[in-house]
């Protein structure tokens, strides 16, 4: 029987990549200068700082350019409140991966509503759909494309 994974990943190699490019244009940039501004990152959680709310400000679309370069999708960037102290300006970002169960249990009602012979279990941070049909399962996935879930969706495991 044909079934497929559904899961929000990010390639974190290539998170890496978009965030020392990002450092070393921030590094470059003009408006930049002798400001020390960069983006810390650690596990899921990345830092952006710098001398004023401003510069954080200009770092974000810098960071997101990088990023869709390198193929990762910025809907996984969940963005935290600049705090500003001690002359210094930081914004937490965190990555999410992994699909929680509110966005998992909106999915599922999805497929069931769509009237389609699958069926859809979450399993872990993942959700696995099977079905009879090959053509099902593609409709499921472009109905899940186009949900506009506000995170990024990778289909994977597909086996027939």
């Known amino acids: 029987m ?16 978009a965030l020392d490019q990002a450092n070393r244009e921030i590094g470059t940039r003009y408006d930049f200068k002798g400001s020390n501004a960069s983006i810390a990152h650690s596990g899921n959680a990345l ?3 710098a001398e004023s709310e401003f510069q954080v400000k200009q770092m974000l679309p810098i960071l997101k350019e990088k990023m869709s370069k390198r193929g990762i999708d910025v809907d ?9 102290m001690n002359k210094r300006a930081r914004q937490p970002v965190t990555v999410r991966e992994g699909l929680d169960k509110d966005v998992a249990r909106k999915m599922v009602k999805l497929i069931k509503d769509s009237k389609l012979k699958v ?15 090959r053509d099902d399962l593609q409709q499921v ?10 995170i990024p ?7 027939d």
């Open 76 to 84: 996984c960037l969940d963005l935290g409140e600049i705090v500003e």
């Open 119 to 133: 069926q859809a279990a979450i399993q872990g941070e993942q959700l696995r759909v099977t079905g009879k049909k």
């Open 47 to 49: 830092t952006l700082e």
């Open 141 to 150: 996935m472009q109905m899940l494309r186009e949900a506009g879930l506000g």
């Open 2 to 17: 044909p079934s497929f994974d559904v899961v929000s990943e990010v390639d974190h190699h290539e998170l890496t990549n």
């Open 153 to 159: 969706l990778q289909f994977n495991n597909f086996r």
